[in-house]
């Protein structure tokens, strides 16, 4: 669906996966106005099509968007021409357990012209991809890098976004975490190298005590859509979910305590990513004693089962297509 300024968006249509073609002076080729969203549809066990809270997605896209100085999306019409879409390509939904249908809605700036400043045409489409279980072989923890080298966000910056320069800018990091046979890359805050955001492409949660402790949003970590979804599960089973400030020195800490009982991530992705190990300043931490913990496996079994409309949904986040 293109958009173009004093017109707004026109011409919404469905087409076949096809290349498109783009000037080389397209302003998304030099100044990086790319915004996108990573969403899944499930095939529920009554053979039904799920999406997991859509508005939300495009509700933070419509953020990211204008921060970005790229026009809003219609809310309303773009989830009525994904419920079409979905229906149309209803066969390409997996059936095999845990497989779903990765959605991907992107917004690029296709205007010609050098000079920095907001395009005056864009680009809205939506490319689907069907992807295999993410645990086809049940948990696997993750091994997290800490990097005190690099930085994700700057306070003012665009951290809470989802902007494509974002992940380029985390690739370095990423590629040595895995050289040095990390999965992931966990990010501190830029000021002050000490405060934890988030990791690689999730959110991130430390049992504590008696506490669920997951850093706040505060302009410089993505508000992640899984992350909302569990603190709401965790605070309905009355379990002490707090959002603050933590830093790395305490996490090694309430390891060396004892107190400290599981770490996991949170994403579209992988739903629950259970942490097992961290490497911080050379020195390897192995997080409950490398295996799943029980609020992961739980949190997981929950939000999946109401994903897959398996379960009732108490918050109203299911759609069924
Ligand atoms: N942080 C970043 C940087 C991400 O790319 C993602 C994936 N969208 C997340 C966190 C998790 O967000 P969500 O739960 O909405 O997938």
């Known amino acids: 669906m293109p958009y173009t300024e004093g017109k707004g968006w026109h011409d919404l249509t469905i087409q076949p996966y096809r290349n498109f073609s783009l000037d080389p002076a397209a302003m998304v080729l030099h100044y990086g106005q790319a915004i996108f969203e990573g969403m899944k549809a499930y095939r529920g066990k009554d053979g039904g099509i799920y999406l997991f809270r859509p508005a939300d997605n495009i509700e933070r896209m419509n953020i990211s968007a204008a921060r970005l100085c790229m026009p809003q999306l219609p809310v309303d019409e773009v989830l009525v021409a994904l419920k079409e879409l979905l229906r149309l390509d209803e066969d390409w939904i997996p059936t095999a357990k845990g497989a779903t249908l990765y959605i991907r809605p992107t917004m690029i ?17 939506v490319i689907l991809s069907p992807v295999g279980a993410y645990y086809p072989e049940g948990f696997n923890p993750v091994k997290i890098y800490v990097t005190d080298k690099y930085v994700r966000a700057v306070p003012g910056g665009v951290g809470h976004i989802k902007t494509a320069g974002n992940y380029a800018a985390s690739i370095m990091a990423a590629v040595e975490a ?5 999965t992931q890359v966990l990010w501190l805050d830029a000021v002050e190298r000490r405060y934890i955001e988030e990791v690689g492409t999730m959110n991130i949660f430390f049992v504590i005590g008696d506490e669920i402790v997951t850093p706040p949003l505060g302009g410089s ?3 992640g859509i899984t992350r909302d979804s569990v603190i709401q599960v965790a605070k309905g089973w009355g379990l002490n ?3 603050r400030r933590i830093t790395i020195d305490e996490v090694l800490a309430a390891q060396e305590n004892g107190s400290l009982k599981e770490i996991f991530g949170t994403g579209t992705a992988a739903v629950i990513s259970p942490v097992g190990s961290l490497h911080y300043k050379g020195q390897d931490c192995l997080i409950n004693n490398g295996e799943t913990g029980a609020l992961s496996q739980r949190l997981f079994d929950e939000i999946q089962a109401i994903q897959y409309g398996a379960k009732e949904d108490p918050y109203g986040w299911v759609i069924r297509v």
């Not at 700036?109 to 489409?125: C, D, I, M, N, S």
């Not at 895995?178 to 990390?182: D, E, L, S």
């Open 178 to 182: 895995q050289q040095a046979g990390f």
């Open 109 to 125: 700036a296709t205007e010609a012209a050098l000079g920095v400043r907001p395009a005056k045409q864009y680009l809205f489409f």
């Open 221 to 223: 970590i993505l508000p």
């Open 241 to 243: 979910v707090v959002e």
